[in-house]
């Protein structure tokens, strides 16, 4: 696969200090990311522009055509990719397969039925008759996180540039290799030149980039933080913006569910990606009558696992993505025992070079808890336990966060009743990890952001919906 170096580039703002790569596994420094001055910005933004005003003109199904060259393109290339994910971000070789295999089904899904719900619709009202179009907005910033380097990304691009949009990704700067690689990726499948271009830009570049005036919206995948920030900025700008903002899902264990399989469940969702994940069972609100066998299990499945070179596939948990990230969760699982949460297993870094943390199980108070207010991300869970249906609903929806849930329960209509009537979320699930899916829309609320991605109306949310009254 080649290198299109020129289209993935960094810029720190003023006052911003270098940015460092250091190597996940071994903590070996991989040196600095390129930069890119002010003027290039400028020109790569500019061809993104002239290639939205060849694209919109092509129709829908001409547009799926590409994306399923694209889609026929990873065969050749899936390993190279997946190797590039666990080189930068430290992610699990067969992990980083799986974000591949994630964006070829986006791509069936996407030449299947995206022309269909890109069409236009005619509606008729006595004698009166209009047609309403989904049509393109222009250039769009996504700004991207380092967890799924692939897939996030991917999932956001292809559906705009569907839409007839184009798109400048300013990909997390911990990857730069995977930005390079997915800009090559697309424009080797014949796509226009610069309908994909990398802008790698620090904060307070970013925040111009935003205003720019042929930049027409933002979708934004990170912390609450910088997430407020993006919003802001889109906001003033009187741009649409996207926000998927991370989550502190809670997964309730009613009295009869099967144990044994809802604790696999948890330990594979929640020790996936290391627990980098806006997705997974960071709350596990447990039946009293379950709690101790439910906790003991988990204490002896997250005890069990092997962390090693990510390459390797005997290896079972891998790095974090960042020394600074593990030191920082630390810091958060402190705060909880503070709090008065007991930590039943794990609550300390590995040792060695690597940015390992041990899978840790918190037994918490619940309400109040960092681990109810903040998002743990790594491999952390709590557990509390709960006596009757409305206590499991209030704990669950007692975080700031609204992105996803999961019920295990024998009774599978009290569960829907529960996910639907009750809990303030995004995405749920029963008696199976939630997850996305091409063909349904994903987000959340709350301070998980707003806005969605995938599905008829993600593929919808970056189009002008143009009413035009017809004779």
Same mark, same amino acid.
């Given at each position: 696969?080649?290198?299109?170096?020129?289209?993935?580039?960094?810029?720190?703002?003023?006052?911003?200090?270098?940015?460092?790569?250091?190597?996940? &596994?071994?903590?070996?420094?991989?040196?600095?990311?390129?930069?890119?001055?002010?003027?290039?910005?400028?020109?790569?933004?500019?061809?993104?522009?002239?290639?939205?005003?060849?694209?919109?003109?092509?129709?829908?199904?001409?547009?799926? $055509?590409?994306?399923?060259?694209?889609?026929?393109?990873?065969?050749?290339?899936?390993?190279?990719?997946?190797?590039?994910?666990?080189?930068?971000?430290?992610?699990?070789?067969?992990?980083?397969?799986?974000?591949?295999?994630?964006?070829?089904?986006?791509?069936?899904?996407?030449?299947?039925?995206?022309?269909?719900?890109?069409?236009?619709?005619?509606?008729?009202?006595?004698?009166?008759?209009?047609?309403?179009?989904?049509?393109?907005?222009?250039?769009?910033?996504?700004?991207?996180?380092?967890?799924?380097?692939?897939?996030?990304?991917?999932?956001?691009? /292809?559906?705009?540039?569907?839409?007839?949009?184009?798109?400048?990704?300013?990909?997390?700067?911990?990857?730069?290799?995977?930005?390079?690689?997915?800009?090559?990726?697309?424009?080797?499948?014949? =796509?226009?030149?610069?309908?994909?271009?990398?802008?790698?830009?620090?904060?307070?570049?970013?925040?111009?980039?935003?205003? $720019?005036?042929?930049?027409?919206?933002?979708?934004?995948?990170?912390?609450?933080?910088?997430?407020?920030?993006?919003?802001?900025?889109?906001?003033?700008?009187?741009?649409?913006?996207?926000?998927?903002?991370?989550?502190?899902?809670?997964?309730?264990?009613?009295?009869?569910?099967?144990?044994?399989?809802?604790?696999?469940?948890?330990?594979?969702?929640?020790?996936?990606?290391?627990?980098?994940?806006?997705?997974?069972?960071?709350?596990?609100?447990?039946?009293?009558?379950? &709690?101790?066998?439910?906790?003991?299990? /988990?204490?002896?499945?997250?005890?069990?696992?092997?962390?090693?070179?990510?390459?390797?596939?005997?290896?079972?948990?891998?790095?974090?993505?960042? $020394?600074?990230?593990?030191?920082?969760?630390?810091?958060?699982?402190?705060?909880?025992? $503070?709090?008065?949460?007991?930590?039943?297993?794990?609550?300390?870094?590995?040792?060695?070079?690597?940015?390992? &943390?041990?899978?840790?199980?918190?037994?918490?108070?619940?309400?109040?808890?960092?681990?109810?207010?903040?998002?743990? =991300?790594?491999?952390?869970?709590?557990?509390?336990?709960?006596?009757?249906?409305?206590?499991?609903?209030?704990?669950?929806?007692?975080?700031?966060?609204?992105?996803?849930?999961?019920?295990?329960?024998?009774?599978?209509?009290?569960?829907?009743?529960? /996910?639907?009537?009750?809990?303030?979320?995004?995405?749920?699930?029963?008696?199976?990890?939630?997850?996305?899916?091409?063909?349904?829309? =994903?987000?959340?609320?709350?301070?998980?952001? &707003?806005?969605?991605?995938?599905?008829?109306?993600?593929?919808?949310?970056?189009?002008?919906?143009?009413?035009?009254?017809?004779?």
């Amino acid at each position: 696969m080649k290198r299109a170096t020129q289209e993935c580039v960094v810029f720190n703002g003023p006052g911003e200090a270098p940015l460092r790569l250091v190597d996940p &596994y071994s903590g070996e420094d991989r040196g600095s990311p390129p930069i890119m001055a002010p003027a290039e910005i400028e020109q790569a933004i500019q061809r993104a522009h002239a290639a939205f005003r060849m694209w919109r003109t092509i129709p829908a199904g001409e547009r799926a $055509h590409l994306i399923n060259v694209l889609r026929g393109r990873l065969d050749g290339v899936e390993r190279e990719l997946a190797s590039l994910v666990t080189a930068e971000m430290g992610k699990l070789y067969h992990e980083a397969l799986g974000e591949v295999e994630s964006v070829r089904r986006l791509c069936s899904w996407l030449c299947r039925e995206g022309p269909r719900a890109l069409a236009s619709e005619r509606v008729t009202d006595g004698e009166r008759r209009f047609e309403v179009s989904p049509c393109p907005l222009g250039v769009v910033l996504i700004i991207m996180p380092w967890n799924f380097p692939l897939w996030q990304v991917l999932r956001t691009a /292809l559906p705009l540039m569907l839409a007839g949009n184009a798109v400048v990704l300013k990909h997390a700067p911990n990857v730069p290799e995977c930005a390079r690689s997915l800009v090559s990726l697309v424009t080797e499948a014949a =796509f226009p030149p610069g309908l994909l271009t990398n802008v790698f830009a620090g904060n307070e570049s970013t925040t111009r980039l935003i205003g $720019h005036p042929l930049i027409a919206g933002v979708s934004f995948t990170g912390g609450r933080a910088a997430g407020s920030r993006v919003g802001a900025a889109a906001g003033a700008a009187l741009k649409k913006s996207v926000l998927e903002l991370g989550g502190n899902d809670a997964w309730i264990l009613m009295d009869g569910c099967l144990v044994e399989e809802a604790v696999r469940e948890i330990t594979d969702a929640r020790l996936r990606n290391c627990g980098q994940s806006c997705l997974g069972p960071k709350r596990i609100i447990a039946h009293r009558t379950i &709690y101790a066998e439910v906790r003991d299990r /988990l204490v002896e499945a997250f005890a069990t696992r092997k962390a090693g070179p990510p390459m390797d596939p005997s290896t079972r948990l891998a790095p974090m993505a960042k $020394h600074a990230l593990r030191d920082g969760l630390h810091t958060k699982v402190q705060a909880c025992r $503070h709090f008065g949460d007991r930590v039943a297993t794990g609550g300390e870094a590995l040792p060695g070079p690597g940015a390992f &943390y041990a899978p840790t199980l918190l037994e918490s108070k619940g309400f109040g808890s960092p681990a109810w207010t903040e998002e743990l =991300f790594g491999p952390v869970t709590a557990i509390v336990p709960f006596d009757s249906v409305a206590e499991a609903a209030d704990l669950a929806n007692a975080t700031p966060f609204g992105l996803g849930g999961v019920i295990f329960d024998a009774d599978h209509e009290r569960a829907e009743r529960l /996910l639907r009537d009750q809990l303030n979320i995004g995405v749920g699930a029963i008696n199976h990890r939630a997850g996305s899916h091409p063909a349904v829309p =994903f987000g959340g609320t709350g301070e998980s952001g &707003y806005g969605r991605e995938m599905g008829v109306i993600g593929l919808r949310e970056f189009t002008l919906i143009k009413t035009i009254r017809l004779r």
